[in-house]
């Protein structure tokens, strides 16, 4: 086997690691394209009401200030109603910064100060006095259920008889959930340096998921066309938060329009408390059984949280109708406009918290019909998705269930909470499932053999820390039989090939396939330049006459027909093709997902109420798996999170003042490596012809879902408490 073949599969460790390491990989608050001028953010500290007067003298008086941009002086920018639907925006008008007086929420940008060092603009900016004209605020989702109305979601049909069948049923459980508000908090917060260029137009480097996004919105905003320039070749983690462009990104263009000069505007941690979030949610669900265990009903109503300007829908209640099989099934899915900004999509965004409030249910549901919680889940297998009434195109779903339960050793499990101690604390042992669209979007990429030899491959997608500069290049260098160091994959720039936001685990079904596609295009082209010559023994060859190796192509079975590429460049210089990749209609007829099984221990100390997770297995079905070690890096970091989402994580409100409290990282928490025990990932065989050529459906989300409902149901197990609001914290479960 030559070095190029099967690169594909195999455990590449990151081509952009050892840029990352030396400290070279360059971040969008650390570019330097010239002399700079540095933003500091005033926000808000009321909720709701108008600015009266805001004194902006003493700041813009200090040597050194430049610009005090507020409300008042900001440059033209397009109107809240005239929403410019950036590829990720909820329904409503957009949030714009420094539109008017109006405060739509604590925390709300105000000011930016900037001046000729970022200490010297945050001193400033510190003396900026602000008179408001208050307003009552409601911040509490919970005081407000009563004013929910219908979000704008896409759900599917109510199916058969839910409220007769439950009626009807052996086994009838109507619990509700909840869920705290959560922050992104990636480590590194959101940053805009903006260089402005002689012509006017502005090169931007942004912390962003989607450049070409924050490319059109600018445009759009600021009445920019054809002058933006977005660039982003790393993303310090993002998990959503930088799918829509931030005020940060405006607030930094607006200044360097109105200066004429190159800025850059780098948000705090506390600032990264005041935008998107995962929304707070209650959720209620009617699970109707027969006493064997099988589902006669489903009801699942959520209620979320949203802004007064716009109405953040996700997909939380839908997983309900699909997960299981079910023919009596009703979703109901309401939104809370509260004085906060728009909540914004989260990993997993909506299945989080969906999948966590259907698989406790469902583990009350086995307890209620006394069958273990795993053989409940295969009596009641979906072998179809019973919400879009289509086959699933791959369902590896039984074998998640039962590698896991092997490796995790779920078959010795006493049924009785309460049962197991270890090390004088109690034990439980756990399970869940987990559920993920398998998404494609349409996607372009360029592939060019340049002279040297080298393949350079691009796209406008990100690398947000999961791997698309490697998974690319293997994609690359598998299909050009060429070594993985003989290819380099260019991203994060908006003047490169066509590509969706990098969200929805669906950047390598989208952008994966047109480099694939780019790649066969230019192995024609190739061939095409070998058929040249009038003597060619390539005349009359189809391409899949030819066999590509080790950078070169021979007739098949014939290797005395060989020639490498290195010799057809010499003939005409590089050559280039391109390819556009939309979703194949052959997924038309099926439904597509990802599925995990999640098996978790957890240990209580029964006289102090502490909890440690001291075991998670997680057995993943995703398609084909491009890169066994950027994958598995996917699943353990959605683990810890689920760790995080079930027992710490919750950004607390003042009510009183509508304002978050612990907007740090110390107060906020999110586990650390203490918190966390052995987690062991794994991805199960799994083969799908339909979702798309490479066969493969995205691991970016599936490994937060199921988590925290595998550790809830871990901790009823220990103690025999079901805590139904998350995070488990001691208090509630002392
Ligand atoms: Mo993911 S929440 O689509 O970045």
Known sequence: MSSTDRIIGQPVSRVDGPLKVTGQARYAGEFKPGPLLYGSVVNSTIACGRILKIDTEAAERLPGVVLVLTHRNR???????????????????????????????????IALVVAESLEMAEHAGSLIRVEYQRQPHQTDLMTELENAHPAPAELPENRGDAAGAFAAAAIRLELQYSTPVEHHNPMEPHASTVHYLPDGCLEVYDKTQGVQNCMRYLEQVLGLEGRIRVI????????????????????????????????????????????????????????????????????????????????????????????????NVSFDYRLVPLDVHTPLDMRAPGAAIGVYALECAMDELAYAAKIDPLELRLRNYAERNA????????KALRECYQQGAERFGWATRPMAPRSMREDGKLTGWGMATGIWEAIQMPASATACLESSGR?????????????????????????????????????????????????GSATVSSVGSAVQQACMALRQKLLDRAQQSPASRF????????????????????????????????????????????????????????????????????????????????????????????????????????VGMALQEETRID????????????????????????????????????????????????????????IANAVFHATGKRVRDLPITLDKLL
């Open 232 to 327: 982003s070749p790393f993303v310090g983690g993002a998990f959503g938060s930088g799918l829509r462009p931030q005020y940060q990104l405006v607030l930094a263009a607006m200044a360097a329009l109105q200066l004429q000069r190159s800025v850059r505007v780098t948000l705090k941690r506390q600032q990264m408390f005041t935008f998107g979030y995962r929304p707070r949610t209650v959720q209620r669900l009617r699970l109707g059984a027969a006493a064997d265990g099988s589902l006669l009903s489903i009801t699942h109503q959520a209620i979320g949280q949203t802004s007064r300007f716009e109405d953040f829908t996700e997909h939380e209640v839908e997983w309900s109708g699909m997960l299981y099989h079910c023919s």
């Open 655 to 710: 009510h009183h003042l509508g304002r978050y409290m612990n907007h740090n990282l110390a107060e906020y928490h999110i586990p650390v490596q203490a918190d966390i025990g052995k987690i062991e990932a794994f991805f199960v065989e799994e083969r799908d012809e339909i979702v798309n050529d490479l066969g493969s459906k995205g691991v970016g989300e599936i490994g937060i879902v199921g988590v925290a409902a595998a």
């Open 75 to 109: 440059p033209p920018m397009a109107a809240e109603s005239e929403a410019y639907e950036d590829d990720d925006a909820a329904d409503g008008g957009p949030f714009r910064p420094l539109y008017s007086d109006r405060i739509l929420y604590s925390g709300q940008p």
């Open 455 to 503: 393949l350079i491959v691009q796209s406008a997608t990100a690398d947000i820390g999961t791997g698309t500069y490697t998974v690319m290049s293997q994609i690359a260098a598998e299909t050009m039989a060429m070594r993985i160091d003989q290819v380099e994959f260019r991203l994060g720039d908006s003047a490169l090939a066509q590509a969706p936001l990098s969200g």
């Open 539 to 642: 005349s009359g060859a189809r391409l899949q006459d030819v066999a590509f190796l080790d950078a070169g192509l021979q007739l098949s079975e014939r290797p005395e027909t060989r020639v490498t590429y290195a010799e057809l460049l010499s003939l005409g210089g590089s050559l280039e093709a391109s390819a556009s990749v939309e979703p194949g209609e052959q997924r038309n007829a099926f439904a597509t997902a990802t599925h995990s099984a999640v098996f978790a221990e957890v240990k209580v100390d029964e006289a102090l109420g502490t909890l440690q997770v001291t075991r998670i297995v997680s057995a993943i079905a995703a398609g084909r798996v491009i890169n066994p070690q950027t994958a598995t890096n996917q699943i353990v970091g959605g683990v810890v999170w689920g």
């Open 387 to 394: 919400n879009e009434d289509k086959p699933w195109s791959s």
